[in-house]
């Protein structure tokens, strides 16, 4: 079917590789983001989430880097594999409750 | 725990006609949300529900869409009449505290041909 994200920028890595996921976020009022994994046909799944008043949250080969001063956000995956294979979004949270998604990134996984 | 719900899977309607999607929330979360996701991009909020209140539908276009939660549970979203431009996935999510942990169904994917 159709995928999402055909003309999202794409980073591509090889298996085995950790992969780092770039976001800029818009409102310094922000006090919550979240980074979302969709699969093609899937909603959004949840992978991690970090609150303003910490600069870095480790999961399972997963970390989230906050940068308030330059409004910035990274996802990093370590030892890549092929199922990781998705388009990546960055979301923050307003004062509004309103969850508000980035851009997007494709990762694809090569062999 | 049963996550959200959303029906059909799939629409083709003709430019004009309308067009309805459903979604059942995650048990016992009190907020809900529609977004819709043209293709290549993010998701976009259209409306929040807090029980069966809307807290936000500022970007809803309200000459053509409407939604509603009646009872605080299920929710519709209706598009009359649908635009060529309205081809997208319409994903519903919900939250226990409207503040975090949301949980994003399947999508109901529009084509308005």
């Known amino acids: 079917g159709e995928s999402v994200g055909l003309h999202l920028p794409t980073l591509s890595v090889q298996e085995g590789d950790n992969s780092i996921i770039n976001c800029a976020y818009s409102?310094?009022?922000?006090?919550?983001f979240i980074w979302y994994k969709q699969e093609s046909g899937k909603g959004p799944q949840f992978i991690i989430d970090?609150?303003?008043?910490?600069d870095k949250r480790q999961g399972q080969r997963v970390t989230v880097l906050l940068n308030k001063t330059v409004k910035h956000l990274s996802l990093q995956i370590a030892a890549t594999q092929p199922g990781d294979s998705a388009v990546y979004f960055c979301a923050e949270n307003s004062i509004t409750d309103k969850l508000i998604f980035g851009t997007g990134t494709r990762l694809q996984v090569f062999p | 725990e049963a996550g959200v719900a959303q029906s059909p899977r799939y629409k083709i309607i003709e430019k004009r006609q309308s067009v309805a999607f459903w979604c059942n929330p995650i048990?016992?979360?009190?907020?809900l949300y529609w977004y819709q996701q043209i293709l290549g991009q993010g998701p976009k909020l259209l409306i929040q529900?807090?029980?069966?209140?809307?807290?936000?539908d500022s970007q809803l276009p309200k000459d053509r869409f409407s939604a509603e939660r009646l009872k605080g549970v299920d929710s519709t979203l209706k598009i009359q009449p649908a635009k060529l431009e309205d081809s997208a996935v319409y994903l519903c999510?919900?939250?226990?505290?409207?503040?975090?942990?949301?949980?994003f169904g399947s999508g109901t994917r529009l084509t308005v041909v």
């Open positions: 970090i609150r303003s008043n910490m």
């Open positions: 529900f807090q029980n069966n209140g809307v807290v936000d």
């Open positions: 048990s016992g979360h009190a907020t």
């Open positions: 999510a919900s939250s226990f505290t409207g503040g975090g942990s949301y949980t």
């Open positions: 409102n310094s009022a922000s006090d919550y």
